[in-house]
């Protein structure tokens, strides 16, 4: 491992022996070099405007670990106008958007190996810095002058690598090949140094957790632990960002295991260590916390009835018992109650999910469900009638596939008669919903006679008379099923009568 080496310090930038490297690792990375046209151009516009060229970061990290990947970060001694000169002889799609950073982007289509268009996004930076101020929710950037300077300043010693474009050599100051192979996450400076110039990083490294299977150094644990406080410096969004990206990775526990266990997740989900309480209400676990855990690992299994990983999903699993803590009463004989936590919880899924800067339409989504994940429960102790079954679709609309997915992975009992019992219920709910579907059409789910059929046979203008008619006709419905519009016209001017006469 390397030591920790101060930021005003040139570190030596030396190469990596070879012999360290499998012969698919070597393969890997003359392939990011030579594999694409557009990079081979690239490579040689640098090369002529005699400024340094180099591969750095995810990509590079990736290609040892085996992943592909059709996103290129470099970085080089020009300067953003260089840069963009020089992307425009390459792409006609070129952005600016990052170049108070010092970053321009372009975006390639060119064919693949197998013939295929592939679209390559490449960002090329200046030499820089990060730091933030103590107060500052932004970053400083100074440009630099070398490479050294650049990757001392990465998040990671695993993205702390350069691969030089030009000559091929594969640059490792602070032996990140090694990290790489025995799994380890630390920091090119002092983890206290790397964290007070971007508290982002202390999210990343419970993301890198969770989508490498890697674990922190003991010192990067540490300075999380101290510094978590400093992570609200940094804008809601940039949080938002990394926690989603923890989430959706291969194994979120272990990401979400490590923002809890230092703090930090009580700055940005604070609402998540808060489940770690003694007992839940059936005593099936140590908390509450390790049950939210063991929803979201199932409801991971279960994604594949979504189409893939699926964010909404995620997060309701995650969100679905924030409620319990606020609604935790002690009952006479020792037992526990968490009434109405389903619809205390809602509200403060979406509490959270507003402050994280959440689109609308996920914070309801996600809400929807978390309101909705006890409902079946009625349907475990008693069948329900047509009539609720259709009330149950009609109030989860289009997020029912995950409110399947959701209820089935909620139960994580260990008495197996009783997930049996859970199990073959929810399985005869679906059953009995797919039976209606196809005779009633559930997902129209409406009233046999639309608006204006109502103002006509009513002969009443559009109005408040006309909504309170659409609501009735959809509860008779709900309650019997499709009428027809004779039977529909029947009911209608019958319960219109009587409005009139009331």
Not at 365 to 376: C, D, G, M, N, Q
Request: charged letters at 30%.
């Amino acid at each position: 491992m390397a030591g920790a080496r101060g930021i005003g310090e040139r570190p030596p930038v030396q190469c990596l022996d070879v012999s360290d490297l499998t012969t698919a690792q070597l393969d890997a990375l003359v392939e990011l070099r030579t594999g694409s046209p557009a990079v081979r151009r690239l490579t040689q516009l640098f090369d002529e405007a005699d400024h340094e060229l180099y591969l750095v970061g995810g990509p590079v990290r990736d290609a040892l670990l085996g992943r592909a990947g059709n996103d290129l970060d470099f970085t080089t001694s020009a300067r953003p106008d260089e840069i963009e000169t020089m992307l425009k002889q390459v792409s006609k799609a070129v952005w600016d958007i990052g170049r108070e950073f010092g970053t321009i982007g372009c975006a390639v289509t060119e064919p693949g190996p197998d013939g295929e268009p592939v679209k390559l996004v490449i960002e090329v930076t200046t030499f820089r810095s990060d730091a933030y101020a103590s107060d500052s929710r932004k970053p400083a950037v100074v440009f630099g002058d070398h490479l050294g300077g650049d990757l001392v300043r990465r998040d990671f010693t695993i993205n702390a690598m350069a691969l030089d474009m030009t000559t091929g050599d594969l640059l490792d100051p602070f032996k990140g090949a090694d990290d790489l192979v025995h799994g380890v996450l630390m920091t090119p400076s002092t983890p206290e140094l790397s964290f007070s110039d971007d508290p982002l990083r202390m999210m990343r490294a419970a993301r890198f957790t969770a989508q490498l299977d890697f674990r922190p150094a003991p010192a990067v644990v540490q300075a999380m632990t101290d510094m978590a406080e400093r992570i609200t410096i940094v804008s809601a969004e940039r949080v938002r960002d990394e926690l989603v990206k923890t989430i959706m990775a291969p194994n979120p526990r272990k990401g979400l295991d490590l923002l809890v266990s230092t703090g930090l997740a009580g700055y940005v989900l604070p609402e998540l260590p808060a489940l770690r309480m003694e007992r839940d209400e059936h005593n099936r676990h140590k908390d509450v916390y390790e049950h939210t855990l063991t929803v979201l690992d199932q409801t991971i299994d279960l994604e594949d009835r979504l189409g893939g990983p699926d964010l909404i999903a995620r997060l309701a699993a995650l969100l679905h018992d924030i409620g319990k803590p606020r609604t935790r009463r002690f009952e006479p004989g020792g037992k526990v109650s968490f009434h109405h936590h389903d619809v205390v919880g809602a509200k403060m899924a979406t509490k959270r999910m507003q402050a994280l800067k959440f689109s609308s339409d996920q914070t309801r989504s996600v809400a929807k469900l978390v309101e909705l994940h006890l409902r079946f429960h009625g349907y475990a102790d008693a069948d329900w009638s047509d009539s609720a079954v259709r009330r149950y679709v009609r109030d989860a609309g289009e997020e029912l596939n995950r409110l399947h997915v959701l209820t089935r992975s909620d139960c994580t009992t260990r008495n197996a008669r009783k997930a049996a019992r859970l199990r073959t219920a929810y399985e005869q709910l679906e059953w009995r919903i797919d039976e209606l579907a196809a005779q009633e059409q559930l997902d129209a789910m409406r009233p046999d006679l639309d608006g204006t059929q109502i103002m006509a046979i009513l002969g009443i203008p559009p109005g408040p008379a006309v909504g309170k008619a659409y609501k009735f006709l959809l509860e008779k419905r709900l309650d019997e099923g499709p009428l027809g519009p004779e039977a529909a016209e029947q009911a209608l001017r019958a319960w219109w009568a009587a409005q009139e006469e009331g």
